[in-house]
Structure formats: structure tokens, C-alpha cells
């Protein structure tokens, strides 16, 4: 896909003006050049164009606001000075396999005052006697070359930690709080489904004494009756008994 296609359909609707971040790689130029950028991308902070054939960045527009720029696997071998024209606010700038062969190449980025961060990974320029020394003196706004300081301690990583940051803070935020809440009124709730429960036991358990002792009392009335029915009918008897002696 051409670049200039491909930044179209990035744009998804919206005006250049409102594009802050642009990925266009592995589309194609047609002459080496950059194509379908202009200097209404003026609030673009990331624009990436790997493996896109890139030759020159004579024809970059004027970016100011640009911070960090991907140009790996292209085909420039110099003329770097188009940058510090075009993005001076750059803090990060990847050239790796690119055709960068010496210091000479890269000179022109001293006038990038913001630069931190450089990757000159798989260009030849990697392969001189004493490259990392040479680099870092002769950039010396230059923090990190290749992923590494000049005590060789890795560069952070600035997007892992926005997403640790990010998840703390919603791990620790209103989602922990609302899980102890929950907690809270479900053991509330508990509670007091379990004293209810506790006290219509009572109740049902009062209700059957009260249930047992009546039947006790219908019993030992049942009992006193028919023990006075026993005994009438043996007065009865007996009272024949003597009726039958007359």
C-alpha cells in the first residue's frame, strides 16, 4: 500500500490537526521520500514508518511537537540534519537497520538538544572500534544508546511503567473498595439472616413446648376421665351387685 493510502486511512475521519500518534509501517513510497504528511500534522507526538523504503527525510514537514520518531529498517545513510529542523522537540529516535556507516552520519543530530535516547542498532556504524565511547561523546544529550547507558544499565521501559501505574491504580482504587464493601454488607446481610433464623428457631421451638404441653394436659384429662368412667362403672356394678342380693 502506497503511504500516502495508508496515513488516508489512518486519519479515520479525523483532521491532521487532531492526529497526535501515526503508525504507518510497511506501506510503500514511491520514490524513497516521505509522502502524504504536511505541516498540518502539527500536534503529531509519535509518528512510526518502518520498513517503508525510505531514502531521504528531505521532504519531512515541519512536526514540533514530535518526541519520538521509529525509522528502523529503511534505507537512509545520512543527511540527519532535516531533523533538527523539522523536530527539534525529538527525545527519542530510532535509526536502527539503516545504512548509518559512520560518525560523520550521525553528527548533525548534536543540534537535537532533547535527544535521549538513539538506536543505531544493525548499521554499520556499530561495528567501529570504540562505537559506544565515540557515540556518547559525541552526543552528549544522549542518555541511552541502543537500549543501554554508558554503564550499561537498560533504558526503562516509560510504556510498561504507565501500565503498572495504570493498574495500581485502578487494582487499589474504587474496585478494591467496592470488593470490601461487598464483603461488608454480605456479612451484615449474613448476620442478620443468621439472628432471624436464630429467633424463629426460638420461637418455633417456644411454640412447640406450648404445642407438647397442651397435649400433655389433653392427656392426663383424657386419663382423669376415663379413669372416672372406670370407676362410675364400677360403682354401677356393684350397686347391681346388691340389687340382685335383694
Known sequence: MEMKKRISLELRNRTPAEVEELVVDNCRTSDGEVEGLTDDFKEL??????????????????????????????????????????????????????????????????????????????????????????????????????????????????????????EGEDGAGPTGDYDDEDEDEEGEEGGEVGLSYLMKERIQDEEDDDDYAEEEEEEEKAGVKGEKRKRDAEDEGEEEDGDDDD
Open 45 to 166: 507526538e509519535f509518528l512510526s514508518m518502518v520498513n517503508v523504503g525510505l531514502i531521504s527525510l528531505a521532504k519531512l514537514p515541519s512536526l514540533p511537537k514530535l518526541r519520538k520518531l521509529e525509522l528502523s529498517d529503511n534505507n537512509i545513510s545520512g543527511h540527519l540534519e532535516t531533523l533538527s529542523e523539522k523536530c527539534p522537540n525529538l527525545t527519542y529516535l530510532n535509526l536502527s537497520g539503516n545504512k548509518i556507516k559512520g560518525l560523520n552520519n550521525v553528527e548533525a543530530l548534536q543540534n537535537l538538544k532533547n535527544l535521549k535516547s538513539l538506536d543505531l542498532f544493525n548499521c554499520e556504524i556499530t561495528t567501529l572500534e570504540e562505537y559506544r565511547e565515540s557515540i556518547f561523546e559525541l552526543l552528549p544529550q544522549v542518555t541511552y544508546l541502543d537500549g543501554f547507558d554508558q554503564e550499561d544499565n537498560e533504558a526503562p521501559d516509560s510504556e510498561a511503567d504507565d501500565d503498572d501505574e495504570d
